[in-house]
């Protein structure tokens, strides 16, 4: 967004700033150089600032608010930094540290420090950037603003300085770094990064009771820990912006303090899952001499789009263990109840639904998920599936050139008339259904080999260029759709769909979490790089976070070498963390107290059961308010399918935390296989006991394409190595 009345506003902050950073005031303590940026430590009575200037002209600054009065600052020692001043007044000490990226790009962090002498309280603060033309006054900038933090996503801000010609910056706060000062201060992070003209920035948060902050004596806390890149040639068109926002993302990501993410045996939970399945009574339903499954424990009209997402995630399971999974065979047996012959497609509902629902309403995704795990298992062989997906294809489309392929949330599937056009929190409809529907369409070339497949593939993604990052809808969607593109270039050869994908990419990051909150009950699970369901949900969801880790593993697999290294990196560690991160989804690994006890919107939550909870808070509210999914019953089997695989007659699981591909048996106890995670980062790959334990002689030996060995080790039963996470791999056992 741009603001055309930046020269109308100025606050007493700014104006305070102004001969600060003119130079008629204050003091100069550090001059240094980052890149292109010129950069001066400067302090005042009552801040510190950092000024960032290219080429002599205006440009960013930095601020820093000193707590009391009757301060006085000093330069220590640097001992690496750009630049380290220590502040000291009546009511405590505080400690700035600068440094800047090793090889020299314009990459910059600041930490700012604070230990109260005795208890502090702090009021509202003014928030931290500060803008300015080469004569230090704010009047005269110019900026374009594309992405900012999103209620308690990552706390970010992405724009661009036109004038003066500063370029794009990508600002940010480690949050992970500030999770002892919301602990103290009652306070949490939400929507604390924004564009609120003519201030923007970060501004601390307060006790929402109190409208204050405080702080106890002797406790140093983390303030700001800002992280700054630029970028001096600004990309403008929408797919560029995008690459841009990523690569800048992907280059401070180190910063962020990634988490290790830990092992989790997900074959045992996929295991217990498939007989909860069979066997709880609050999981199935009959109507018509036909099983379906509630969408919620005991709750909820059974639904298509929950059958055919538990029967995909079913097979692929069964063929994972090298077999036809009788369970499919009973879910698909009752699919027909939804086939609407007349209107060729798919209802949400069987015909018995009760009075209380809508028969005819369908949510626009809602059509067309279901079609694509139809089409998964006709893909895999199911003939009935691929029947069905062929009688009912001609209505997807349909519903696309009706609506131009620019869907509304909720339309009647008779006639295609509007029941709810746009959702309240943006006045958007569902903006990134297209990228799904592009993703069926080339389902639906892969099984036909159809031309006119690719070709409605091409028109919807065509449709939904401009959104930048407002694209993003629903998180998988938005995947699915990054998805479609990489395969649409694959298939056409036309680049721009290569680049397109980068759009669905940003809008999808902007929404993550790429923070490790230890907010009240939220230290009691995992939330660094989950992601909101919705553009405007306060929580994490179970089915959009395994369903877009099934989608990014597709994306990984076609885009290959050619992805820019941040996007590798980023979706690598998406998916890296999702196999920890959804563990916590289950009941089982969360105290008692920090799930939801009543006021549960859908059914009730059964501990002893291994379906997930539809949803996590990075605040800490209880877990599962919106109640424990059926339908999102087939994370354990995604994860489990994919991040472990079987080697026909070894002694164990072969499990990494990257994708591992290209296995092949060279003998009887060897394989080669290729680790596909990002360059200059390591992986872990371990064996892991299919049952019980491993054998104790087990010997296994791994070598990369360079000759290097390394050494396995044991963790908790299984052996674990790291190697280079993008290295082709020889792996040996003996003794068992």
Not at 177 to 192: G, I
Not at 342 to 369: C, I
Not at 610 to 615: I, Q, R, T, V, Y
Not at 705 to 712: Q, Y
């Amino acid at each position: 967004m741009a603001r055309d009345d930046q020269s109308q506003i100025l606050t007493p902050e700014l104006a305070a700033a102004g001969p600060v950073l003119k130079g008629d005031q204050g003091l100069s303590l550090v001059q240094a150089r980052q890149g292109g940026l010129r950069i001066d430590v400067r302090f005042d009575d009552d801040a510190l600032f950092i000024v960032l200037r290219r080429n002599g002209d205006g440009g960013l600054a930095l601020r820093f608010p000193v707590l009391g009065a009757e301060s006085v600052a000093r330069i220590l020692p640097a001992g690496g930094a750009l630049a380290a001043i220590e502040c000291r007044s009546n009511m405590g000490v505080a400690r700035l540290t600068l440094t800047g990226d090793p090889f020299g790009l314009e990459q910059l962090r600041a930490r700012y420090c604070f230990t109260p002498l005795h208890e502090v309280r702090i009021g509202p603060l003014a928030r931290d950037i500060v803008l300015f033309d080469s004569g230090g006054n704010s009047g005269g900038v110019d900026i374009s603003v594309e992405a900012q933090q999103r209620k308690l996503n990552t706390a970010l801000l992405y724009f661009t300085l036109d004038k003066p010609a500063f370029g794009k910056v990508l600002y940010l706060q480690n949050l992970s770094a500030l999770n002892p000062y919301f602990n103290a201060t009652n306070s949490k992070p939400e929507d604390a990064v924004k564009c609120d003209w003519p201030e923007l920035g970060y501004s601390p948060p307060l006790d929402p009771e109190t409208g204050k902050a405080d702080l106890p004596a002797g406790q140093t806390f983390t303030l700001y820990d800002t992280i700054l890149t630029v970028r001096a040639y600004p990309q403008t068109g929408e797919a560029d912006s995008a690459w841009q926002f990523l690569d800048m993302l992907g280059g401070i990501y180190p910063w962020l303090s990634p988490p290790e993410a830990e092992f989790r045996h997900w074959p045992s939970r996929a295991e217990a899952t498939v007989q909860d399945l069979l066997h709880a009574p609050e999981a199935r339903i009959e109507h018509f001499g036909k099983t379906y499954f509630h969408p919620y424990t005991a709750s909820e009209y059974p639904d298509v789009m929950v059958q055919l997402a538990i029967a995909s995630a079913i097979d692929d399971w069964g063929r994972w263990k090298g077999l036809r999974h009788p369970l499919v065979r009973e879910i698909m047996a009752g699919i027909e109840g939804f086939h609407d012959k007349e209107l060729g497609t798919l209802r949400r509902y069987l015909p018995n639904v009760g009075k209380d629902k809508d028969p005819n309403a369908v949510d626009s995704w809602y059509l067309y998920h279901p079609m694509m795990n139809l089409a998964n298992l006709a893909i895999a062989g199911d003939m009935q599936a691929r029947q069905l997906f062929h009688d009912t294809i001609d209505y997807g489309i349909r519903s696309a050139h009706h609506f131009n392929y620019k869907w509304p949330i909720l339309y009647d599937v008779r006639d295609f008339s509007v029941i709810q056009d746009v959702a309240p929190a943006d006045q958007r409809g569902q903006t990134d259904v297209g990228g799904i529907y592009a993703w069926v369409m080339l389902q639906a070339f892969e099984l036909t080999h159809e031309r006119k497949y690719v070709e409605e593939a091409i028109r919807a993604i065509d449709a939904a260029k401009g959104m930048r990052f407002d694209l993003n809808y629903q998180a998988n969607l938005t995947a699915w759709g990054a998805a479609a593109c990489i395969r649409l270039w694959r298939i056409t050869e036309r680049k721009k769909y290569l680049t397109q994908s980068y759009v669905y990419l940003a809008s999808f990051f902007q929404n993550a979490q790429i923070w490790d909150s230890e907010i009240g009950m939220a230290k009691h699970w995992k939330n660094f790089l989950g992601v909101t369901c919705l553009q405007d949900a306060p929580y994490m969801a179970a089915y959009e976070c395994f369903d877009s880790f099934a989608a990014f593993e597709k994306y990984l697999d076609y885009g290959g070498p050619d992805l820019i290294p941040s996007v590798r990196l980023l979706l690598s560690e998406y998916c890296r963390h999702a196999l920890d991160r959804a563990w916590f989804y289950y009941p089982d690994a969360l105290p008692a107290e920090g799930i939801a006890q009543r006021d549960i919107r859908n059914g009730y939550i059964l501990h002893e059961l291994n379906f997930p909870l539809e949803d996590l808070y990075p605040d800490g509210q209880p877990a599962g308010q919106v109640g424990q999914e059926i339908y999102g019953c087939g994370a354990a089997l995604i994860f489990a399918t994919r991040s472990f695989r079987r080697i026909e007659g070894a002694p164990f699981l072969l499990w990494c935390d990257v994708f591992a591909r290209a296995i092949h048996r060279i003998d009887e106890r060897t394989i080669s296989l290729r680790i596909d995670g990002p360059a200059g980062t390591e992986a872990r790959v371990a064996l892991v006991a299919q049952e019980g334990d491993l054998p104790a002689n087990l010997q296994p030996q791994v070598s990369t394409s360079n000759g290097h060995s390394a050494e396995f080790t044991r963790h908790n039963g299984r052996l674990e190595v790291r190697v280079p996470a993008d290295e082709s791999l020889l792996l040996r056992w003996s003794g068992a």
